[in-house]
């Protein structure tokens, strides 16, 4: 069965740090790409980042440079690396996978999210 | 950055009745193999979304035939045959067209 689970979330102050995993099962994270999407309280969908299965990464213009995605490929596990979080990153983090093998397949499944929030 | 942009924001649809959801993008979505990225996904209270419709019209393995999705170019639609009380949710349209990926507002459907 294929499964995402992601973990990571918590409370964390302005400025610091974070690191989400989302761990796969039934599938391997190399293939094609992984991608995170995030959801603010009462929001809609955000798309953040995404990893290919050749090592090449793309960012959301509101999170670049400050969040890293990176993957275990032992441990079938996608990372989103995060620093100098402020308010507007409080939000339901979602790992997903794509539905097929090509770079713009949209995604099939998707965890179950992990929340973050940002607050003193 | 390819916007999104769905309509209506929020609708009550009658079980039993049609209900349909509009997605137009500020450009095509239509890639050079031809195939056109477009995704309707529904987010169920507490839940992750979950994929419904891919390339447009293509139903998801496990989605039933009430829901239907058609359009080309810029403009698409998400229809409902016959609403049922589980529909409730927000449906999202998203593009994989062009990074970065983006996704409608979300359309809250509610069942009278």
């Known amino acids: 069965e294929v499964q995402l689970v992601e973990s990571g979330g918590g409370l964390v102050q302005p400025g610091g740090s974070l690191r989400l995993s989302c761990a796969a099962s039934?599938?391997?994270?190399?293939?094609?790409?992984m991608t995170w999407v995030r959801q603010a309280p009462r929001k809609g969908l955000e798309w953040v980042s995404i990893?290919?299965?050749?090592?090449?990464?793309y960012y959301a213009d509101s999170v670049k440079g400050r969040f890293t995605i990176f993957r275990d490929n032992s441990k079938n596990t996608v990372y989103l690396q995060m620093k100098s979080l402020g308010g507007e990153d409080s939000a339901i983090y979602y790992c997903?996978?794509?539905?097929?093998?090509?770079?713009?397949?949209?995604?099939?499944?998707w965890g179950q999210g992990t929340t973050v929030t940002v607050s003193s | 950055e390819i916007v999104m942009t769905q309509t209506p924001l929020s609708l009550s649809a009658t079980p039993g009745q049609p209900a349909s959801i509009s997605c137009k993008s500020s450009?095509?979505?239509?890639?050079?193999?031809?195939?056109?990225?477009l995704y309707w996904y529904v987010q169920k209270a507490g839940q992750s979304p979950q994929l419904l419709i891919y390339?447009?019209?293509k139903r998801f393995s496990g989605v039933p035939d009430r829901f239907s999705g058609s359009g080309s170019g810029t403009d698409f639609t998400l229809k409902i045959s016959r609403v049922e009380a589980d529909d409730v949710g927000v449906y999202y349209c998203m593009q994989s067209m062009q990074l970065p990926w983006t996704f409608g507002q979300g359309t809250k459907v509610e069942v009278k």
């Open positions: 990893m290919y299965s050749d090592g090449q990464t």
């Open positions: 450009q095509s979505l239509v890639y050079r193999d031809g195939k056109t990225y």
């Open positions: 039934g599938f391997n994270v190399r293939s094609n790409y």
């Open positions: 997903a996978r794509p539905l097929g093998d090509v770079a713009r397949d949209g995604m099939d499944i």
């Open positions: 390339e447009v019209s």
